[in-house]
Every structure is written in structure tokens, then in C-alpha cells.
């Protein structure tokens, strides 16, 4: 069973950056293709990037493409999202989610193992 614990998020000024971190457990982290989803109030959670398993392949929704950064540390078999240039629309509960095989998917319902998740507020 793995298990992941999202770390980073907190308060922010519009145009101030964060990193938020996700520590895997339970598994062979080279394996599991990661990805990042964000749910805010009273909307759905949507997708926000992905990285392979060896992180040579990553992939990201529109509004993350050049202010969202996915990466990974296969040795602390941790994954990041860096976010920069942040927006007050950027305010949501981050989730980290693990699925098996390691390949990339932009649908939750590829993932087979979720973080808690980690509050991200961006003041205006």
C-alpha cells in the first residue's frame, strides 16, 4: 500500500511562488506515474500536471504551462510542484496521487493512491 503526505502549502501573495512536496511510502517509487489535482470550494477537482515514473515525461493543464513545474527525486522518492507567478484563482486544496505502472494520466480516476492534500491560498 502506498502512502503519500503533501507538504508546502500555506499563504501566498499574488505573484509569489510555492513549492509543494509529496513524500511516497509503501512502494517502489520509480513505478508510479504522479500527479498533481486541485479541488477548490464549491468546484471539482481538476488536473494540474503529471510526471512519469523515470520523470522524463511530464505533461500539464493549460493554466499551469509555464508558471507550474513537476518534478520528482526518485532517491527521496519525492515529487514537487513549484508553482510560480501565483493567481488568487490558484487557491485550492492540492492533491498528490500515485498510480501504478508509472506512466502519466490527466484523469483522477487513472490514480490508484491520493494524499490528503494541502491547502494553497493566494491573498490578492
Known amino acids: 500500500q502506498v502512502q503519500l503526505a503533501e507538504s508546502g502549502g500555506g499563504l501566498v501573495q499574488a505573484g509569489g511562488s510555492l513549492r509543494l512536496s509529496c513524500a511516497a511510502s509503501g512502494g517502489t517509487f520509480t513505478s508510479l506515474g504522479m500527479g498533481w489535482f486541485r479541488q477548490a470550494p464549491g468546484k471539482e477537482r481538476e488536473f494540474v500536471a503529471t510526471?512519469?515514473?523515470?520523470?522524463?515525461?511530464?505533461y500539464y493543464v493549460w493554466f499551469g504551462k509555464g508558471r507550474f513545474i513537476i518534478s520528482r527525486d526518485n532517491v527521496k522518492n519525492t515529487v514537487y510542484l513549484q508553482m510560480n507567478s501565483l493567481k488568487p484563482e490558484d487557491t485550492a486544496v492540492y492533491y498528490c496521487?500515485?498510480?501504478?505502472?508509472?506512466?502519466?494520466?490527466?484523469?483522477?480516476?487513472?490514480?490508484?493512491?491520493w494524499g490528503q492534500g494541502t491547502q494553497v491560498t493566494v491573498a490578492s
Open positions: 510526471i512519469s515514473g523515470t520523470g522524463d515525461k511530464t
Open positions: 496521487a500515485a498510480r501504478r505502472g508509472g506512466s502519466l494520466s490527466l484523469r483522477g480516476e487513472g490514480y490508484d493512491y
